[in-house]
């Protein structure tokens, strides 16, 4: 566990392209609303699709190239390009004096402080993420990608990070032979990637609390615990817009989008 928060940066981890600045500058602004007293260092991992005056908005973040000569022999395709590889092979393009990031898609809003996920104790796990997945579907994974019974298939979206025991035990190799053998059957590849080759090193996190999305929540209140909007507010630190479902996009299906639009209204108010 990390001793006085206060005194450290929580290092963030974003990968995107040009049409997901705004969403974002939207996430940035909802994390630094979520507890105003933290400071973030935020790392971005794009190709040559991204440029930083396409950024000229954003603010407080490092922005890093990524070589893909490293990545020569990796399998790609129209549907499998490089960049699948960047959150898979994070600890190798951040810097070594990192010895964790969060990474957060650039879809989704943090509502309370992460302090206490950045700071959770992670031995010699590699990551710690959230599982959407039921028996049935856990099952089909199993079978589809060669995981184990009890290993946790993720939700990519929200993930903290071990870089240092991930540079110290990750092999690339093992990556790219993995991805050859089942190209046929990803169907999202760097999650299915990591879900079948890191599930024993995977800690779970509460989807409520860390990865709450519209299909979570419509599961719960309508053929669970009756969940309403209020819990959401009381209980959940991340709302994740994953899929195609998106609140800025017309014909938004849900009521999760009342987080998003509240805090792009005050992100309005807010700056100039």
């Not at 794009?46 to 922005?63: F, M, P, Q, V």
């Not at 939700?155 to 032979?177: I, P, W, Y």
């Not at 014909?251 to 805090?263: A, K, P, S, W």
Request: glycine share 6%; aromatic share 10%; hydrophobic share 40%.
């Amino acid at each position: 566990m990390i001793e006085n928060q206060n005194a450290y940066p929580m290092n963030l981890l974003v990968t995107l392209d040009r049409n997901y600045v705004p969403q974002l500058n939207v996430m940035l602004f909802s994390a630094l609303q979520s507890d105003p007293a933290a400071f973030f260092d935020v790392y971005i991992l794009h190709d040559e699709g991204l440029s930083a005056s396409d950024l000229t908005a954003t603010r407080a973040l490092h922005l890093i190239r990524v070589d893909e000569s490293g990545l020569t022999d990796a399998p790609t395709s129209d549907r499998y390009p490089k960049a699948i590889y960047y959150r898979i092979f994070a600890a190798k393009y951040l810097p070594h004096t990192l010895d964790r990031v969060l990474y957060l898609d650039p879809d989704l809003i943090v509502r309370k402080s992460l302090r206490t996920l950045y700071g959770m104790p992670m031995g010699a796990a590699f990551f710690a993420a959230a599982s959407h997945i039921r028996a049935f579907l856990h099952r089909f994974n199993e079978l589809r990608l060669g995981m184990g019974e009890d290993d946790p298939y993720i939700n990519s979206g929200v993930m903290l990070m071990n870089l240092e025991a991930l540079r110290a035990k990750q092999d690339t190799q093992a990556v790219f032979d993995y991805m050859e053998r089942h190209k046929g059957r990803l169907m999202l590849p760097d999650q299915d990637i990591i879900s079948a080759l890191y599930g024993q090193s995977i800690i779970p996190l509460d989807p409520i609390q860390y990865n709450m999305t519209e299909k979570l929540f419509t599961l719960h209140r309508f053929n669970g615990d009756g969940m309403t909007l209020d819990d959401v507010r009381q209980r959940s630190s991340v709302i994740h817009y994953c899929g195609r479902n998106k609140p800025w996009k017309p014909g938004y299906v849900g009521e999760l989008d009342v987080f998003y639009n509240e805090t792009v209204s005050q992100m309005e108010k807010d700056l100039p």
